[in-house]
């Protein structure tokens, strides 16, 4: 699987978007762009992914760049409870596809 | 949704006892299931991925004969820490690939295991 780049680490103001990139230079084609976030003490939870065009859910919206080299994760109105670690992994969605975290980044979100 | 369990949440044991930990899906079946090994302030590190019903296949550098797992069951997969020491201290997290679900992958809230 293809890696990807993120900041160590950023903050945002409750109720103001919070924007987090991710590059992944070396993606291929068939690989998707996943999102996570880890609480601390607790699993990750799935946020949301997408291929090629922008996606969006209750949770957040993911814009992935036209030549697929990086994408940003958008959450629209932080809370405080959105203070998490976040990973933005690629990978194939095949049967032998695994989920391979790197270091993530740290959102911190300040009243 | 998608609900995967782990039991225990934490366990403390002492050095050289073993201690077992369970992963359940609980609203789908899955015949693919993941161990990850989590250190403070550190990323996830995947341990081994088990297969209904095979061995499981597991990353280099982790002991196999240290960190046995079953998956007997598409809802069950154990992981068994022999001989536990303090190295061995960590955060233990489960994740279950849904197999009708285009292969998405659902994590358990994980297992804080203390080694005495």
């Known amino acids: 699987d293809a890696k990807t780049t993120q900041p160590p680490s950023m903050d945002c103001a409750e109720g103001r978007a919070a924007n987090l990139p991710c590059n992944h230079s070396?993606?291929?084609?068939?690989?998707?762009v996943y999102w996570y976030r880890q609480i601390h003490s607790q699993g990750p939870q799935y946020i949301i992914h997408g291929l090629k065009n922008n996606e969006t859910n209750e949770m957040a919206s993911l814009i992935i760049t036209e030549d697929r080299k990086s994408s940003t994760l958008i959450l629209p109105h932080a809370t405080l409870r959105d203070t998490a670690v976040y990973y933005c992994i690629v990978r194939t969605t095949g049967a032998n596809s695994k989920l391979t975290f790197g270091k993530g980044i740290t959102l911190s979100v300040r009243p | 949704g998608a609900v995967v369990s782990q039991h225990p949440s934490w366990v403390i044991c002492k050095s050289g006892t073993s201690v077992k930990i369970e992963c359940r899906s609980l609203d789908f079946q899955a015949t693919t299931m993941f161990w990850y090994r989590q250190f403070p302030k550190q990323s996830l590190m995947l341990m081994a991925t088990?297969?209904?019903?095979?061995?499981?296949?597991?990353e280099q550098g982790v002991e196999k004969d240290k960190f046995l797992i079953n998956h007997a069951s598409l809802t069950l997969s154990t992981l068994t820490v022999t001989s536990a020491h303090p190295e061995d201290s960590s955060f233990y997290i489960c994740?279950?690939?849904?197999?009708?679900?285009?292969?998405?992958?659902?994590f358990g809230p994980g297992t804080r295991l203390t080694v005495t």
């Open positions: 994740s279950a690939r849904d197999l009708y679900s285009s292969y998405e992958q659902y």
């Open positions: 088990s297969n209904e019903g095979s061995k499981a296949t597991y």
């Open positions: 070396t993606i291929s084609g068939n690989e998707y």
